[in-house]
C-alpha cells in the first residue's frame, strides 16, 4: 500500500517541508552527556516534516509510515507516540514566547528507529526546522539543536546529551562533525583517506525510554561525585577513580578512555589506526560500559573478518541497533553483503544492510 503525501491525506498543499537527516556516530559513545568528545556522520535516510494551518483548533500529527494520525489538543500533553517528539518541539517555542497556531504535522522518514541512528533526533530537528520557516523564526542551527535536545528530555524522557541533535543540525554525509559537547566548539573533518562507512542493523530494535540509558547517565553522575570532579571529561587520569567503587569505576573508565580515542582520531590518523580505535571503542562499551548485546558483538567480529574492514563497533546508545565499520572505498557494499548472509544465520536475526546499500525499511513514524 502506498503511503499518503501531504495531499493525499489532508486534502491540501503544505507550504512548508524541512527535513534533517540521522546521524553515524563513528567514535565518542556515551560521552556526550559527561561533556565529552564525539565524532559523527550524517546518513544518507533522512525524516522529511511538512505543515500547513490546521482546519481547526487543535494540531494533527500524521505518520507516512504507520498511516495514523494523531490529534493533539492546544493546551494537552500527549502520552506516548512519536507525536511526543513533535509536542515537545511545539511547546518550547511557545515557552521562548512564540505564537504557534494550530498546525497539520506531515511525517516520513527513511531513518529507521531502533537501529541507533538517532531517528528521534531527526524528527526533532526536521520539526524545528519546519516551523523556523513556517513562522520565520531567527533561529540558528546551533539553537534548533539545543531545542531539539530539551524537547527529548522534558516531552519524550530521555536524559539524552546534545550529540544526536547538533548531527542532525550540522552534519553532512561527506565530513565527521568532531564536537566538544561542553563548549559546543566544532571542526568538520574528512574521513580517513580512501576510505568509506558500513553500517548493518543488527535486528534487534531497541528504545533509549525503555533500556538502561538513563541508568548508565545517572552511574556517570555517581562516578563523577566519588572521583571529586564535575564531570567525567574533568578526569585527568585514570588514577583518580582508585577511591571509585564498581560498576561506577568501569563506566569512568570508558568516558576517560572514549574521549582520548576521539582525541586520537582527529588528529588525522590513517583507516587502518581509526579501525583500531573503533575496535577498542567497542571493547569498552561491552565490557567497562555493558551495553553490547550478543547479537552486536557477533555483528562485529562478522565484520572486522573481512579483509575490506579496518574496524567496527556498536553505534548509538547499544542495548541493540546497529554496528558501524570503517571499510576500503568501494567495498563497503560487497562486505556489507557477506556479512550479512553469516549474520543472519548465526544471529538468528533479520538484520540489514543500512549503509551504503538503499534497501532499508523506512522509520516507523
Not at 27 to 39: A, K, M, S, W
Not at 212 to 233: F, H
Not at 279 to 285: D, E, K, T
Request: proline residues 4%; aromatic residues 6%.
Amino acid at each position: 500500500m502506498a503511503m499518503m503525501t501531504f495531499e493525499t491525506f489532508f486534502d491540501d498543499a503544505a507550504p512548508v517541508e524541512e527535513s534533517a537527516p540521522g546521524r553515524v556516530n563513528l567514535l565518542g559513545e556515551h560521552t556526550d552527556y559527561n561533556d565529552g568528545f564525539v565524532l559523527p556522520v550524517a546518513t544518507p535516510m533522512r525524516t522529511h516534516v511538512a505543515l500547513a494551518p490546521s482546519r481547526d483548533d487543535a494540531f494533527h500529527f500524521y505518520s507516512a509510515q504507520t498511516g495514523k494520525e494523531v490529534v493533539l489538543a492546544r493546551q494537552a500533553r500527549l502520552a506516548s507516540g512519536y507525536g511526543r517528539y513533535i509536542e515537545g518541539c511545539i511547546r518550547l517555542l511557545e515557552q521562548r514566547g512564540h505564537e504557534v497556531p494550530p498546525l497539520r504535522v506531515h511525517v516520513r522518514s527513511s531513518v529507521p528507529m531502533g537501529a541507533g541512528l538517532s531517528s528521534s533526533a531527526a524528527l526533532e530537528v526536521a520539526t524545528l526546522r519546519a516551523l523556523r520557516t513556517f513562522l520565520d523564526l531567527a533561529l540558528t542551527d546551533v539553537e534548533i539543536a539545543q531545542l531539539a535536545q530539551k524537547a527529548e528530555v522534558a516531552y519524550a524522557g530521555v536524559q539524552c546529551g546534545i550529540m544526536d541533535q547538533m548531527a542532525a543540525s550540522l552534519c553532512d554525509e561527506a565530513h565527521m562533525l568532531f564536537l566538544d559537547t561542553r563548549s559546543l566548539v566544532r571542526e568538520v573533518l574528512p574521513l580517513p583517506a580512501d576510505a568509506e562507512v558500513l553500517v548493518i542493523d543488527s535486528g534487534v530494535a531497541r528504545t533509549l525510554a525503555a533500556t538502561k540509558y538513563n541508568e548508565r547517565r545517572a552511574e556517570c553522575g555517581t562516578a563523577a561525585l566519588a572521583a571529586g570532579v564535575p564531570s567525567l571529561r574533568d578526569l585527568a587520569s585514570l588514577d583518580q577513580l582508585a577511591r571509585v567503587d564498581e560498576p561506577f569505576r568501569r563506566r569512568a573508565r570508558h568516558v576517560f578512555t572514549e574521549n582520548a580515542r576521539v582525541a586520537r582520531a582527529v588528529q588525522g590518523v590513517g583507516a587502518s589506526e581509526f579501525g583500531q580505535l573503533m575496535n577498542a571503542s567497542h571493547a569498552s562499551l561491552r565490557d567497562d560500559y555493558e551495553v553490547s548485546t550478543v547479537e552486536l558483538d557477533i555483528l562485529c567480529d562478522l565484520m572486522r573478518a573481512q579483509p575490506q574492514v579496518h574496524g567496527a563497533r556498536l553505534t548509538g546508545a547499544g542495548f541493540g541497533g546497529a554496528c558501524v565499520a570503517l571499510c576500503d572505498a568501494g567495498t563497503a557494499a560487497a562486505a556489507g553483503e557477506a556479512v550479512l548472509t553469516h549474520y543472519n544465520n548465526a544471529s538468528g536475526r533479520a538484520g540489514r544492510v543500512l549503509m551504503p546499500a538503499a534497501s532499508h525499511q523506512g522509520a516507523q513514524l
